[in-house]
């Protein structure tokens, strides 16, 4: 499956953004989804991720309350909306998709990558 993200770009802390993920080759539906991100200097992490019906859903610590992920199966399109955001989530945001069909949290449980939006929060 090959994965297209978009919608990354610079907003003030406590602004919102909303990131897409289209995915192509592999039906969409039969793959669990996932954001990770990656600031300079540091480890890719997790981000959420989703099932493949979208009814399971996870989220790091840091996030929760703030993102929501989704996804619409018939657009073959994935959603991270970000609010309330801080300049401590600046960085590069992957989507990924995985064969398991799980909302799985580690990105060696992934197969497949985006190539990345980038995100930058000014304080």
């Known amino acids: 499956v090959q994965l297209q993200a978009s919608g990354g770009g610079l907003v003030q802390a406590g602004g919102s953004l909303r990131l897409s993920c289209a995915a192509s080759?592999?039906?969409?539906?039969?793959?669990?989804m996932g954001w990770f991100r990656q600031a300079p200097g540091h480890e890719r992490e997790f981000v959420a991720s989703i099932g493949w019906s979208g009814g399971n859903t996870y989220y790091t610590e840091s996030v929760r309350g703030r993102f929501t992920i989704s996804r619409d199966n018939a657009k073959q399109t994935l959603y991270l909306q970000m609010n309330n955001l801080k300049p401590e989530d600046t960085g590069l945001y992957y989507c990924?998709?995985?064969?398991?069909?799980?909302?799985?949290?580690?990105?060696?449980?992934?197969?497949?990558w985006g190539q990345g939006t980038l995100v930058t929060v000014s304080s």
């Open positions: 990924a998709a995985n064969r398991a069909a799980i909302a799985a949290i580690t990105p060696d449980s992934y197969n497949y």
């Open positions: 080759g592999r039906t969409f539906s039969n793959n669990g």
